[in-house]
């Protein structure tokens, strides 16, 4: 059943109900992916899901219901099941639906839409290709993954609201192995960008050299003493703790920054904005999981919190306008607040003027197991790490196996410089220089 | 959900271009979540998800398409979506199926799915307010109780034609605790692969709660933990995740067949300290793991992974055991339809020991007591992993002292395999969601009270 028609037995089910205030979401997401071992394609698969989700007002109460078919059937059973569960809460807070007429601003055009399998299978052969000419320490497991991605979004609501946009998206995933004879390592590198004109040598390179780089790592020792982040770190623990600058959390106590805005909560050198149309952003949004536009802001400025991240309902608790950052999880959650594209600002310093300042410490690349071993609440971490050890302020011995632990609410304030240019990490959606930051804990050896 | 007819048809197209196998994976899953903040219930999270995924072989190349329209036509698109991209041949093969009943080893009393929202409410408030309302300290409370009602179909050429009903019940609570202007948090976490007869005798509510919110006030209490290398003594449950990161998924054929897992090639070998028996298995009943069948429809099985530390089994696929020429180990599974399948962990543990707690607890003179878990993480072609110990108390002189928070661990699982040198009697599992190419799989990890002789403790 197309969607007009879906929408036309749910509008049905909902008068006949007596709804009066009610919402309709509709996202469909298709992608490609071909993914290859030693010089073979090995799995190819096409993926096409999506989903509705409607939801109502009943009594103050915003009941929701899903469902993944469109079907007659399917329009009577969420009409009906959403009104059972708004019946079902107990939440106060008056809860809302964005009107129509706003004004929004237009998505950069999109580069090549969705590939055909063709090409993503010629690329992927390509990139596979170039991994293993990169270096002859490069051993079969090494994998060039192709995607290519298309998502659509549709809101309509009983109060006007319509709108609707489509994205698409290609990437390449570059992930090398290799292998020294005694031990293996790896590493991986996305670019997105146009299929047919996609130029990956440079991805290649750095994914190749950043595997081989961690070959005979050492574990660095135990200590506390100053560690540069690089992007791909910085990005890893903001995406971690992003959710301490939603306005939902800080009232209901699970972010401390409630009460906090106008006041002094980084170092003068943190600036931190939420872009929802980053420069280098492959999926760029007009408008957010309530229809609102959205807009770039100032979390941070020059370390003073300017505005925590609203939807309607938290906006309207809290006397102010929605930030335009409302979300949904997935297309059958509930509406609740994220960040865009996070963007940490550049500093003054070129990366070798950071490196030097830092003088003696170590250099993180990245951080894993953030799942587990950053806790969002409290704001401790204790994370896995690895990268380069630096002495008199060049990277020397690689190290890997080591923990680097804090709290990020405290590091907020012991970031002491940054450095002058910003890389866009997709895996987060964050931007990033290298932050240099004073007083953690590394445990190794 | 679709008629065996159909399914012929589906299959029969999907191999029109050469394939040597073919699968149908059909679901329809009802999940419902009811959530609670604030002292009150604040979200009812409601989804019917359906859909179809096909996945056909020719040789080592797989190739996979799912679809949320399961009519004929939708189905047979689907199937031709996945002929084309396989490239161009003829039918060699032709697609007879038979219905097979596999038997169910998990009886379910009182289906979820069925009970109002209110039966669901008043189940959570019991566990809610146990852990909100035990102690002044605690400042928030978080609760969840999912309901899953998952139903899956399966065609193969090779004739299967089978279905299998998983019903899954999970409550979740986590407590936020403020002492002296330390905030920190408690949680549980119990499960099954069952109805809501679980709470009552099996999982006391109200014991839930207070666990809840007794761990986040002791961790609110405890300074922090130390850093370096020492001996870790790791409790039973959900300390069994050093196993499933450490060990389990370097053990899984999605890295094993293609060489980048740090136990390739090593069947047969002494890999482990001679005191570790590993266990994957996934015919318990109950437990939130298990399965009748797999998502490639093989029947569940017991899988002895390591015995006595020598590499006895890798959990299989059926795609991934073409290249190791392996069979499939009932391993297979996916989140839902439009994930590919690979081969997972189910309930995965260190089957008990020789040696008494008592005895693990005094053998440390400085060391680390990681009574719970969090999560964690592993990269399968290094083995360097990590996990949260959510729970940490300082051992000195054999005895168990002051609590300690924010510690993790980090190591080599190939190294901290053989560093396993005392394992306890008191096996226990616990229940986790394991997140990999295949999507968010329910799994249950396990273990007796464990010794690691030397382990990296990131602490401060």
């Known amino acids: ?445 | 959900m679709i008629a065996r007819e159909v399914c012929e048809r589906v299959l029969q197209r999907a191999v029109s271009t050469g394939a040597d196998y073919a699968e149908l994976f059909a679901e329809r899953t009802g999940d419902r979540t009811v959530r609670m903040i604030d002292r009150k219930v604040d979200a009812v999270n409601d989804v019917l998800i359906a859909g179809a995924g096909i996945r056909v072989f020719k040789g080592l190349r797989s190739v996979s398409a799912s679809t949320v329209d399961t009519s004929e036509e939708g189905l047979l698109r689907c199937a031709q979506r996945a002929a084309d991209a396989l490239g161009e041949g003829t039918a060699e093969i032709s697609i007879t199926l038979r219905e097979r009943v596999f038997g169910e080893r998990h009886p379910v009393q009182i289906v979820p799915s069925s009970a109002p929202n209110t039966q669901l409410i008043e189940i959570l408030k019991e566990a809610y307010f146990a852990a909100a309302d035990a102690d002044g300290a605690i400042q928030q409370t978080t609760g969840m109780l999912l309901d899953v009602d998952h139903n899956i179909l399966l065609a193969t050429s090779d004739g299967l034609y089978t279905q299998d009903r998983q019903i899954r019940t999970r409550l979740h609570l986590t407590a936020v605790a403020e002492v002296n202007g330390e905030t920190q948090t408690g949680s549980v976490g119990p499960g099954r692969r069952a109805g809501l007869e679980i709470f009552g005798d099996l999982i006391d509510l109200k014991a839930a709660g207070k666990e809840a919110a007794r761990q986040a006030i002791t961790m609110a209490g405890a300074g922090y933990c130390p850093a370096g290398v020492m001996p870790v003594v790791i409790d039973n449950g959900f300390g069994g995740v050093i196993f499933h990161e450490a060990c389990g998924h370097s053990l899984e054929a999605s890295s094993v067949a293609y060489g980048t897992s740090q136990f390739a090639g090593k069947l047969g070998q002494q890999i482990a300290n001679p005191k570790v028996t590993a266990i994957d298995d996934g015919t318990i009943p109950g437990a939130w793991g298990s399965i009748n069948i797999d998502d490639e429809g093989t029947p569940a099985q017991r899988n002895v992974l390591i015995e006595k530390g020598v590499l006895k089994t890798y959990m299989v696929d059926k795609f991934n055991g073409r290249r190791m020429g392996a069979a499939p180990t009932g391993s297979a599974r996916r989140q839902s339809y439009s994930y590919t399948t690979t081969s997972r962990m189910t309930n995965t543990f260190i089957a008990p020991g020789e040696d008494s707690n008592e005895d693990i607890i005094a053998s440390v003179e400085y060391g680390l007591y990681a009574k719970d878990m969090g999560g964690g993480s592993v990269n399968p072609a290094t083995g360097e992993f990590n996990f949260a110990v959510r729970e940490g108390y300082m051992i000195r002189n054999g005895k168990i002292c002051e609590p300690v928070r924010g510690a993790s661990l980090v190591g080599k699982g190939s190294e901290i395999i053989q560093k396993i040198d005392m394992v306890g009697k008191d096996l226990l599992l616990a229940q986790g969601m394991c997140g990999a190419s295949s999507g968010s799989v329910p799994t249950s990890v396990g273990q007796p009270m464990i010794r690691v002789s030397s382990i990296t403790v990131g602490g401060r």
């Open chain 1, 1 to 445: 059943m197309e969607f007009e028609k879906f929408k036309q037995l749910v509008t049905e089910e909902a008068k006949a109900l007596g709804l009066a205030e009610y919402e309709l979401y509709y996202a469909t997401s298709e992608s490609m992916r071909v993914n290859t071992f030693a010089h073979e394609i090995n799995e190819v698969s096409s993926s096409l899901e999506g989903g509705v989700c409607f939801r109502c007002l009943v009594n103050g109460k915003m009941g929701y219901a899903s469902a993944e078919e469109l079907s007659a059937e399917t329009a009577a059973r969420i009409v009906r099941r959403a009104q059972d569960n708004a019946a079902a809460l107990e939440s106060e807070e008056p809860e809302f639906l964005a009107g129509g007429g706003g004004t929004y601003r237009p998505l950069p055009p999109q580069v090549g839409g969705m590939p055909e399998t063709e090409t993503l299978i010629r690329k992927a052969l390509d990139a596979q290709a170039a991994m293993y000419d990169e270096d002859p320490a490069v051993i079969d497991g090494t994998n060039a993954e192709m995607i290519g991605m298309r998502d659509t979004v549709a809101i309509c609501n009983s109060r006007g609201l319509d709108v609707s946009r489509e994205r698409c998206m290609t990437a390449l995933v570059a992930a090398p192995v290799v292998s020294d004879g005694q031990e293996m390592s790896n590493a991986f590198e996305i670019l997105t960008g146009d299929a047919a004109s996609m130029d990956y040598s440079a991805t290649v390179k750095k994914a190749v050299q950043a595997a081989k780089g961690k070959l005979g790592a050492d574990v660095a020792p135990t200590g506390a003493y100053p560690v540069v982040l690089g992007p791909k770190a910085v990005a890893s623990l903001l995406t971690a703790y992003s959710g301490i600058f939603s306005s939902e959390n800080a009232a209901k106590g699970l972010s401390r920054l409630q009460g906090r805005e106008g006041e002094k909560i980084a170092a003068d050198v943190v600036t931190l904005t939420d872009d929802p149309f980053y420069k280098d952003s492959p999926m760029p949004a007009d408008f957010d999981a309530e229809g609102t536009p959205t807009r770039t802001k100032a979390i941070i400025e020059n370390g003073v919190l300017k505005t925590l991240l609203y939807n309607l309902k938290t906006a309207a608790a809290a006397g102010k306008e929605t930030t335009g950052n409302a979300s949904k999880a997935g297309y059958d959650a509930p509406v609740q607040i994220r960040p865009f594209t996070l963007a940490l600002a550049p500093g003054a310093l070129t990366e070798a003027e950071l490196l030097e300042k830092a003088g003696d410490g170590v250099f993180v690349d990245d951080f894993s197991g953030l799942h587990a071993g950053a806790n969002p609440i409290s704001g401790d971490f204790s994370l896995q790490s690895s990268g380069y050890m630096l002495e008199g302020g060049k990277k020397t011995t690689a190290v890997k196996s080591f923990t680097v632990a804090g709290n990020f609410y405290t590091l907020l304030n012991q970031i002491t410089a940054l450095s002058d240019t910003a890389e866009y990490v997709f895996m987060g959606g964050v931007a990033s220089p290298c932050v240099l930051v004073e007083g953690l804990t590394v445990a190794g050896k």
